[in-house]
């Protein structure tokens, strides 16, 4: 009988007792900063193909075997140097006849002119008729023409001989040497001797967009383009193992019209190239320095890659978080550049954003002392 009582009492006990509802966990710590605005730089790159400052074709200006081969391949020449010999001795043998025609020639005249000085006192004695001495004058003159023609020939003569030396006519570097010894060579051989290129400078050429050459115009003070380069800041040359060329260069030209085919404008920029490092056919990046004004900077830190498109968490009212998107137009350092999306002002989450869903309500910190940010944006208390 007590033993029903006890289990009575107890059961009565449990059935009266309340339900014990579970603790609500306090909100997560989060690092927060406050989106600010600032000047930024941003470089953007442009796909450039390379070339000397002066890129010469050699070819030969007469026919002939190909004697001797001065130079060689990648060798680096002076102007005026000798690369190739063409057998001179057709061209000695032109050169001789034609000094032979000369001296005919001018001895024609001499004799010419004996007949004129002849038949001049006859002709003021009346001893011969006036047409003789007219005749001597015209078969003088005919003389003089011909000794000129003769001395033509000569100078072209020598001319031609001269050719039979191939010779740079710029400094720099030789290219392939497709033509070799005995080769039989002609001004109409579809490929040349060989190529020159003057790399002391090289020229590196890239073209901008309708739109991106409107930016850029807008960026810089000056009411002519002219103006306009002279106020362009350095511009870097990227290669193609992404390695940064040490000098900078200058945009010194602009293409005087559109490609009508691409809607895009050529630019030229130079860069020094003393020690040889770079030659004609390379190919690189431009890049180009843009300021922007009152930039929002974003950290990169504080945003996350979903679908092609980036995010950033806010703080809203309540201290709850919201997923936005934002529109990034370029990088500054370790920021984005974002157009639209955020302001100064707003409050984004920092970091530990892959534990965060949306409407989750946070508490708010600010960053560690050691966290890597811009001067646009301050840590939120």
């Given at each position: ?12 006990l ?13 909100p ?6 406050t989106?600010?605005s ?28 190909l ?10 020449v002076?102007?005026g140097?000798v690369?190739?010999?063409?057998n001179?001795?057709?061209?000695q ?11 005919a ?31 001597a004058?015209?078969?003088y ?5 011909n000794?000129?023609?003769?001395k ?13 030396l191939?010779?740079?006519?710029v ?7 497709p ?12 490929e040349p ?7 002391h400078q090289v020229y ?20 002519t ?8 800041p350095?511009?870097s040359?990227v ?6 060329y ?6 010194d ?6 490609d ?14 003393a020690?040889g490092l ?5 190919t ?9 004004t009152d ?32 529109q ?7 920021n984005?550049?974002v157009?639209?999306?955020v ?8 970091s ?24 646009a944006?301050?840590?939120t208390q």
């Amino acid at each position: 009988m007590k033993l029903l009582s006890s289990l009575t009492l107890i059961l009565f006990l449990f059935g009266c007792s309340e339900p014990q509802t579970p603790a609500t966990p306090p909100p997560p710590s989060v690092e927060v900063v406050t989106i600010g605005s600032a000047l930024a730089t941003t470089g953007n790159e442009y796909t450039a193909s390379l070339q000397g400052k002066t890129d010469v074709e050699i070819r030969p200006q007469v026919d002939g075997f190909l004697e001797t081969v001065l130079v060689d391949e990648g060798a680096f020449v002076h102007a005026g140097q000798v690369l190739f010999r063409i057998n001179s001795q057709p061209f000695q043998e032109q050169l001789n006849s034609a000094a032979a025609s000369l001296q005919a020639a001018e001895a024609a005249t001499t004799n010419a002119q004996l007949e004129i000085d002849k038949l001049t006192p006859l002709v003021e004695n009346k001893v011969v008729a006036d047409y003789q001495l007219k005749a001597a004058k015209a078969a003088y003159k005919i003389a003089v023409a011909n000794a000129s023609q003769a001395k033509a020939n000569l100078s072209a003569a020598r001319i031609r001989l001269g050719y039979t030396l191939v010779k740079a006519p710029v400094s720099g570097y030789i290219g392939r040497l497709p033509k070799k010894r005995g080769s039989l060579v002609a001004p109409t051989d579809p490929e040349p001797l060989t190529q020159i290129s003057d790399v002391h400078q090289v020229y590196a050429y890239f073209s901008l967009s309708e739109t991106d050459f409107i930016h850029f115009k807008s960026q810089y003070p000056g009411s002519t383009l002219n103006d306009k380069l002279q106020q362009l800041p350095p511009v870097s040359l990227v290669l193609a193992d992404n390695t940064v060329y040490p000098q900078t260069g200058k945009i010194d030209m602009v293409d005087g019209q559109f490609d009508k085919n691409t809607g895009a404008i050529t630019l030229r920029a130079i860069f020094p190239n003393a020690q040889g490092l770079l030659r004609s056919g390379n190919t690189g990046k431009v890049r180009l320095q843009q300021q922007h004004t009152d930039a929002i900077l974003v950290p990169q830190t504080a945003t996350i890659d979903v679908q092609d498109k980036i995010f950033v968490y806010t703080v809203v009212d309540s201290n709850k978080v919201a997923k936005q998107p934002v529109q990034v137009i370029g990088k500054s350092g370790s920021n984005y550049i974002v157009k639209d999306g955020v302001k100064p002002g707003d409050r984004i989450v920092f970091s530990g954003l892959d534990r965060l869903i949306e409407g989750t309500v946070i508490k708010p910190e600010p960053i560690k002392a050691n966290a890597q940010l811009s001067l646009a944006t301050a840590p939120t208390q």
